[in-house]
């Protein structure tokens, strides 16, 4: 499938644990984002990567690791999941930091009991 | 910390009015000025780019940036109902990433 896809869809876990989200995308864009999207404050930066290998810290990494070692993937663990991670995470990738298109992926709505 | 600021809402026009969302921003530094469209549940998409001082239309759509006031607004001419949905403004500060507002929800009254 063409374009930029995320896994899973919806997710529920439990305070403490180790989640992982999935963010894939076919157009070998360099640059890859993650965003968090709350009530109340919009979409936030999470974590980019400029290409394999290379990430930085967004607006809000705190309780997030990433990891690139193939251009088409970038996924995203909290590492304890809090309360407070209950969110809509959005993948987006573009071409270049400067790009005006970033495309976005379909979301994973995550909630922690 | 740079801000990018709009009204949430939510915005209630006609059918065939024209809607108006804007947005200020906090640096006068900003170069590059977009406009999303997220329809409920689903992701943003991409539906207007400005870069220079006045108006830049395309189809119904009108983007108008104001760099001294640090305003950008988008205009819609003749809304239909598939209109309604969240509008989010973003900037971009120089080569850095974007930064986006809470955005506004427009919903289109039939």
């Known amino acids: 499938d063409a374009g930029i896809t995320q896994s899973p869809r919806y997710k529920i876990t439990e305070t403490g644990r180790q989640v992982t989200l999935m963010c894939h995308q076919t157009w070998s864009h360099s640059y890859m984002f993650w965003y968090r999207q709350d009530l109340g404050h919009g979409l936030r930066l999470i974590y980019y990567?400029?290409?394999?290998?290379?990430?930085d810290k967004g607006e809000v990494p705190d309780g997030y690791v990433v990891s690139r070692s193939k251009t088409e993937n970038f996924p995203l663990t909290l590492e304890s999941a809090t309360r407070s991670q209950t969110s809509v995470y959005f993948c987006?990738?573009?071409?270049?930091?400067?790009?005006?298109?970033?495309?976005f992926g379909p979301g994973t709505r995550l909630t922690v009991t | 910390q740079k801000e990018v600021e709009q009204n949430s809402g939510p915005l209630s026009v006609p059918e065939g009015a024209i809607a108006s969302l804007n947005c200020t921003y906090s640096d006068r530094g900003s170069q590059s000025f977009f406009w999303y469209r997220q329809y409920s549940g689903k992701s943003p998409e991409l539906i207007m780019s400005i870069y220079s001082n006045g108006d830049k239309e395309d189809g119904r759509f009108t983007a108008q940036l104001n760099k001294a006031s640090q305003y950008v607004s988008l205009l819609i001419r003749d809304s239909q109902p598939s209109d309604s949905a969240t509008y989010l403004c973003?900037?971009?500060?120089?080569?850095?990433?974007?930064?986006f507002g809470t955005g506004t929800r427009l919903t289109i009254i039939p």
């Open positions: 987006a990738s573009s071409e270049s930091p400067t790009s005006a298109e970033q495309y």
């Open positions: 990567s400029a290409a394999a290998d290379i990430t």
């Open positions: 973003a900037v971009r500060f120089g080569n850095e990433k974007l930064t």
